[in-house]
C-alpha cells in the first residue's frame, strides 16, 4: 500500500468543502492515516512549494496558501499517490476532467481547492514536512476486505 500527501487549500475550507472533499476520497477506498487542521507557516509553505520558487506564480502561490487554514492529510491505499491525482484532475480547474475535484469545485488555477502529491518521491517528502510519525495511525479497517480482493 502506498501512502500519499493530501491538502484541502484555503479555498476549500472557506468555502465549506472540507466534508465533501474528504468523503470522496473516503467513499473511493482510501484510509485516512493523519488528519489535522493547521495554518501553514511561511517557511513551511516556501518548502512546500521549493520547486516553484523561480516561477511568477511563486509569490501569490505563498500568499494564497498561507492565507487561511488548510487541512492536511495523509491517505493510504492501492497506487494512493496516482488515484489522488487522478480524482482531483488538471491543475487548472477549467481543463481538469468532469467529475474531477477540481472541475467539481473549482473555476481558477491559483484556486484550485485541493493539493495531492504529484509522486511517490514527493508524498515521501511531503508527509515529512507536514506529519511527524506520531501524527500517522496505523490500524485495521475491517471493510478492507470489501475494498480489497
Ligand atoms: N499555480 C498557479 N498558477 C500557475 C501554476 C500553478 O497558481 O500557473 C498554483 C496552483 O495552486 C497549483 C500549484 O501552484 O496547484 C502548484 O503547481 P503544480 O504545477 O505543482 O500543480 P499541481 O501539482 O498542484 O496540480
Not at 55 to 67: A, D, Q
Amino acid at each position: 500500500m502506498e501512502r500519499t500527501f493530501v491538502m484541502i487549500k484555503p479555498d476549500g475550507v472557506q468555502r465549506n468543502l472540507v466534508g465533501n472533499i474528504i468523503a470522496c476520497f473516503e467513499k473511493k477506498g482510501l484510509k485516512i492515516v493523519g488528519l489535522k487542521m493547521m495554518r501553514i507557516p511561511r517557511d513551511l509553505a516556501e518548502k512546500h512549494y521549493g520547486e516553484h520558487k523561480d516561477k511568477p506564480f511563486f509569490g501569490p502561490l505563498v500568499e494564497y496558501i498561507t492565507s487561511g487554514p488548510v487541512v492536511a492529510m495523509v491517505l493510504e491505499g492501492k497506487d494512493a499517490v496516482t488515484t489522488v491525482r487522478e480524482m482531483m484532475g488538471a491543475t487548472n480547474p477549467l481543463k481538469a476532467a468532469p467529475g474531477t475535484i477540481r472541475a467539481t469545485y473549482g473555476m481558477d488555477i491559483g484556486r484550485n481547492v485541493v493539493h495531492g502529491s504529484d509522486s511517490p518521491a514527493s508524498a515521501g517528502r511531503e508527509i515529512n514536512l507536514f506529519f511527524s510519525p506520531e501524527e500517522l495511525v496505523d490500524y485495521r479497517r475491517d471493510v478492507d476486505r470489501w475494498i480489497y480482493e
